[in-house]
């Protein structure tokens, strides 16, 4: 059986979306558990941040309780004093691991909850603001006002 510690520690990505079709639901919540644990490797983390934002699709509906360990995690781990250490560091020019931390965490807690107005989201914007990867950031952002479009666009065409 696969599990997410298996898949990060063989990276077979080009496997990902099959081994995700074999248990979807259980996946989830394993990635979900990698992802919000700040004591798992730093980048175990950041591959598994990137694997819930780009197959959220595959992983099905993520439960309400998912979602707030999700954006819980966040806030816990990025306190706006944090936040503020890692936006005087990116500006200072420093290289911190924690920057490319923020930024995909903030992503998949904008695609998983589609919600990306959060205080999370603003606080990540503003992280960010000024630098290529505020850009980077705005074009997920944009995406994420697509993918939310048309769920809801849907939506209504089949309610009437």
């Not at 591959?47 to 816990?76: D, H, W």
Request: hydrophobic share 40%; glycine share 4%.
């Amino acid at each position: 059986m696969y599990t997410a510690k298996k898949f990060l520690h063989k990276t077979d990505y080009d496997k990902i979306a099959a081994i995700i079709r074999t248990d979807p639901i259980r996946l989830r919540k394993e990635f979900l558990g990698v992802a919000v644990d700040p004591a798992e490797d730093y980048c175990h983390r950041l591959i598994t941040f990137r694997i819930l934002n780009g197959y959220a699709q595959m992983f099905g509906v993520f439960t309400p309780l998912e979602k707030r360990s999700l954006t819980m995690g966040f806030q816990t781990e990025f306190p706006a004093k944090r936040l503020q250490q890692v936006t005087e560091s990116i500006h200072a020019g420093e290289h911190i691991c924690e920057r490319w931390l923020v930024f995909w965490y903030c992503i998949a807690v904008a695609r998983i909850t589609m919600d990306n107005s959060s205080e999370i989201v603003q606080a990540t914007r503003e992280v960010y603001k000024g630098n290529s990867l505020g850009s980077t950031l705005e074009i997920h952002m944009s995406k994420i006002d697509r993918l939310k479009y048309n769920a809801t666009h849907a939506a209504q065409m089949e309610a009437g």
